[in-house]
């Protein structure tokens, strides 16, 4: 999953703060970055001018930043595209075969207009990959216990949120990769909604059959179950464990297009302190992943 990864850049320091936490992945990994960007010219008469100078603009940038990345020994390149952002991103991502989509939310209404019509929702809706996604407050600079000069604090604690059995199918591999990575904890989650005694027993069961598999894979394991609001217990248990990366799936029939209407994403991607990882179900039968329709269409 972490093979190669592509980090949508717009310019702006708001886009720039997912690279210190791509940081902590390539001190470990020698994973190969891909840096993109759009150049969207605005409709008018001298239009052509004007795109010749974003894009001028757009690769000096691009090319200074995978220079401060290969000063620090990260394989990365550099491309420009002209288009809509959202485009050009996924087109990119399927045309080098990414493996990840890496990137801060963005706009100056920060995540309320994740789910509103931006970049970031459009990608997250419609990424045939994984995608990292990092609030553009949570800093280099506030991350606890940083002092000047140190790297971004290991990732210790993974939180793995699971509706259906169906979910650790595919969620379990990326995060696998990761807490091997890391040496981090996966800490399994099921919230119940008023079932009773045997039920919890049946969750109970079925969390410590995923946990067994984990700690097959030399990884540590702890199991969770909860109750009430799913978001609410999500971001509690976040916050009770220390959690560095919330990982999240789509989990309904409906697909991607349930990730958002449901609610519960949307609430934890908009009050999580910590990063999220984003993977989208395979679409039943054919192993591709889900994506909005209706997205893709209007592309």
């Known amino acids: ?33 891909i840096l993109v960007r759009a150049a969207v010219p605005p409709p008018m008469e001298n239009g052509m001018l004007i795109a010749d100078a974003l894009l001028a603009a757009a690769r000096d940038y691009l ?135 045997e039920d919890r027993d049946q969750e109970e069961a079925r969390l410590q059959g995923l946990a067994d598999r984990l700690e097959g894979d030399k990884v540590q394991t702890l199991t969770l179950i909860g109750k009430g609001d799913p978001a609410h ?4 248990a976040a916050k009770t464990y220390n959690i560095d990366l919330i990982a999240m799936s789509t989990h309904t029939k409906a697909g991607i297009l349930r990730l958002f209407s449901s609610g519960v994403t949307e609430k934890v991607l908009r009050d999580s302190i910590c990063p999220m990882l984003v993977v989208h179900a395979p679409v039943p039968g054919t192993g591709r992943r889900e994506q909005d329709p209706a997205g893709v269409a209007g592309r």
Not at 122 to 141: A, C, N, T
Not at 233 to 236: F, G, P, T, V, W
């Open 1 to 33: 999953m972490i093979d190669r990864i592509l980090v949508p850049l717009d310019g702006s320091r708001v886009a720039e703060q997912i690279l210190p936490h791509l940081r902590r992945v390539l001190h470990r990994h020698d994973s190969e970055v």
């Open 63 to 197: 090319a200074g930043m995978q220079d401060q990345l290969r000063d620090q020994g990260v394989r990365a390149r550099s491309i420009v595209r002209v288009g809509s952002p959202i485009s050009v991103i996924l087109d990119v991502a399927q045309e080098e075969r990414a493996t990840l989509i890496a990137q801060a939310t963005h706009g100056e209404t920060g995540l309320k207009r994740l789910l509103a019509g931006s970049v970031a929702e459009g990608v997250l809706k419609r990424s045939p990959v994984p995608v990292l996604v990092v609030r553009p407050f949570w800093s280099y600079e506030l991350l606890p216990g940083r002092t000047d000069g140190d790297d971004l604090k290991p990732m210790r604690n993974i939180l793995l949120p699971l509706h259906t059995t169906g979910d650790a199918d595919f969620l379990l591999s990326p995060v696998t990769e990761l807490a091997q990575l890391f040496q981090a904890r996966v800490i399994l989650l099921h919230v119940m909604k008023g079932q009773e005694a």
């Open 233 to 236: 217990e999500i971001l509690e």
